[in-house]
């Protein structure tokens, strides 16, 4: 069974950092893109960053580009978020996602349960 | 970016009934167009791939169309526990985005 377990959240101060983990089982980790999809309370999803499959290279959106670090460990079928200077509207329920392939431009076949990144004084 | 514009955002929805859910996107975006369904608490699921294609698992009922600018989403006749929001997304360029979702609600 393909299966995505994530870690990592909690409640953080603003302008500090959290790192998430992203534990996947049941496929064949390096072959696919993986990426980070976040949903604010009451709001819509907005992805986050991706890296590719078979070593490929990590993307991010404007708002998070030069703040969150993308990065997966193809030994230990993990994707991780580094997550630094946070800010308020970085509050989300953070989910991880299986691409349908190896490349950055594919639908998300498989999603995590989430995990909450509360950022808060 | 290309902007992914979902209506309606709400609909209420007898059982049975059939329901379509359109996805405009800002430029054309060939059949790069997907579709997900968020149950209150859950996950997203993916329900329609690259505009038309199915899903194992999924139920029948769910059915894409469109290509371009223009999609659809149709559930044929509608049962209760498709109460859920529904989300497009596009995976043409970079950033990927989402539309706002749809709210459907069983009358």
């Given at each position: 069974?393909?299966?995505?377990?994530?870690?990592?959240?909690?409640?953080?101060?603003?302008?500090g950092?959290?790192?998430?983990?992203?534990?996947?089982?049941?496929?064949?980790?390096?072959?696919?893109?993986?990426s980070?999809?976040?949903?604010?309370?009451?709001?819509?999803?907005?992805?986050?960053?991706?890296?590719?499959?078979?070593?490929?290279?990590?993307?991010?959106?404007?708002?998070?580009?030069?703040?969150?670090?993308?990065?997966?460990?193809?030994?230990?079928?993990?994707?991780?978020?580094?997550?630094?200077?946070?800010?308020?509207?970085?509050?989300?329920?953070?989910?991880?996602?299986?691409?349908?392939?190896?490349?950055?431009?594919?639908?998300?076949?498989?999603?995590?349960?989430?995990?909450v990144?509360?950022?808060?004084? | 970016?290309?902007?992914?514009?979902?209506?309606p955002?709400?609909?209420?929805?007898?059982?049975?009934?059939?329901?379509?859910?359109?996805?405009?996107?800002?430029?054309?975006?060939?059949?790069?167009?997907?579709?997900?369904?968020?149950?209150?608490?859950?996950?997203?699921?993916?329900?329609?791939?690259?505009?038309?294609?199915?899903?194992?698992?999924?139920p029948?009922?769910?059915?894409?169309s469109?290509?371009?600018?223009?999609?659809?989403?149709?559930?044929?006749?509608?049962?209760?526990?498709?109460?859920?929001?529904?989300?497009?997304?596009?995976?043409?360029?970079?950033?990927?985005?989402?539309?706002?979702?749809?709210?459907?609600?069983?009358?």
């Amino acid at each position: 069974e393909v299966q995505l377990v994530e870690s990592g959240g909690g409640l953080v101060q603003p302008g500090g950092s959290l790192r998430l983990s992203c534990a996947a089982s049941g496929f064949n980790f390096d072959n696919y893109a993986m990426s980070w999809v976040r949903q604010a309370p009451g709001k819509g999803l907005q992805w986050v960053s991706a890296f590719s499959g078979r070593g490929g290279s990590a993307f991010y959106p404007d708002s998070v580009k030069g703040r969150f670090t993308i990065s997966r460990d193809n030994s230990k079928s993990t994707l991780s978020l580094q997550m630094n200077s946070l800010r308020a509207e970085d509050t989300a329920v953070y989910y991880c996602a299986k691409g349908t392939g190896s490349a950055t431009y594919h639908a998300f076949e498989i999603w995590g349960q989430g995990t909450v990144v509360t950022v808060s004084s | 970016e290309i902007v992914l514009t979902q209506s309606p955002d709400f609909q209420s929805v007898t059982p049975k009934e059939k329901v379509t859910i359109t996805c405009r996107a800002s430029q054309s975006i060939g059949s790069s167009l997907h579709w997900y369904q968020q149950k209150p608490d859950q996950s997203p699921k993916l329900l329609i791939k690259y505009a038309s294609q199915s899903i194992s698992g999924v139920p029948s009922r769910f059915s894409g169309s469109g290509s371009g600018t223009d999609f659809t989403l149709t559930i044929s006749s509608l049962e209760a526990e498709d109460a859920a929001t529904y989300y497009c997304h596009q995976s043409s360029g970079l950033p990927l985005t989402f539309g706002g979702g749809t709210k459907v609600e069983i009358k």
